[in-house]
């Protein structure tokens, strides 16, 4: 064996001994391609809110050279995280938080892991190293698919194959220089699955563009502020994420594992009863999700969550709970509590009897709201009521 494949054995073998089970390398060069697709997502406004997600960011992103100074090999690594998990049967409207929320932050099990073989290849290999996952300024799938990993489907996701797109990935960029992978020879062809299943059109019709406008992951997680109302009704019961464009793929065996911290611990951690959601305070939120990704969210954004999936799953059962979100000390809460009071009643979701309770609830509320955007939220909400008998 030459010096440089013992080094890429060692490498491999280092990631191995960490639990990785799948190792490719690329080369340290800048991601151009990449760079002027993030560029005119940038300007087209499909980063949405996300200010950190600047050119000057995008051209950092995009060049591992300035991620790690003299850095000539980025090694990728990736768990696996596809497992289901049975949903209770017993009746109580439920959300959905994508599966790889389900168990422990994806971020803590990478940082950890990472940062030994990052210590490895300084201390026994000799070279610089430097890790991230995916909040580092790095991008982590354009790498993956130029090791061979896989490929980045129209969905954007990477697909791996027998694996397909339920993996996260970490990196390391290191000076040490190995022979490459290949990228591999594959795409989606004229595979549209994901484009059709995404409830709201996030994906663009060619594929390859994903605008966060318009996508629940990013409005479930990311958006601090009222979520688009044309848009609520689309998103189901998701209340943490969404996988509707991951699970339509057709790529991967249909038995995805999970790496065991992946796993939820209960199927509440996967799909949680709505109703006791709106009922958090800040105290119980950050007991119960500490160490989850869903402390992302922040409090207010999951009850907001938890509001929308009411609206379109929600019955009988739900509307006191809802009701009582209409005095949340959250306006931000207030509003989608009256905007799903409003959906469940347009739904055909509530007895006579129970929409007279939610309009007199949110008549109640209107004499009382200083908040103007809730007083708007109130208003369409009656208005919904009463166009729906």
Known sequence: ??????????????????????????????LLGARAAAQAGLEAGHFAEMGWMTEEWVHRATDPGRFLAGARTVMMVALPYGATTPEPADGQARGRIARYARGRDYHRVFEKKLRRVAKAIREELGGAARATVDYGPLLERPLAALSGMGWQGKSTMLLVPGVGPWVLLGAVATDIEVEPDAALQKSCGSCTRCIVACPTGAISPEGGVVDARRCISYHTIENRGAIPRDLRSRFGNWIFGCDDCLISCPVGRGDEPSYPDFLPRSPDDATPALSPLLALDEATFRATYSGRPIMRAKRDGLVRNACIAIGNVGGPAELEPLIGALDDRSPLVRGHAAWAVGRMCERGALEANEVTRAEAALEVRQGIEADAEVCEELDQAIRVIQASR
Request: without cysteine.
């Open 1 to 30: 064996m030459t010096g440089t494949t013992e080094l890429k054995a060692r490498l491999t073998g280092l990631a191995a001994e960490q639990g990785f089970p799948l190792v490719r390398f690329a080369p340290a060069a800048p």
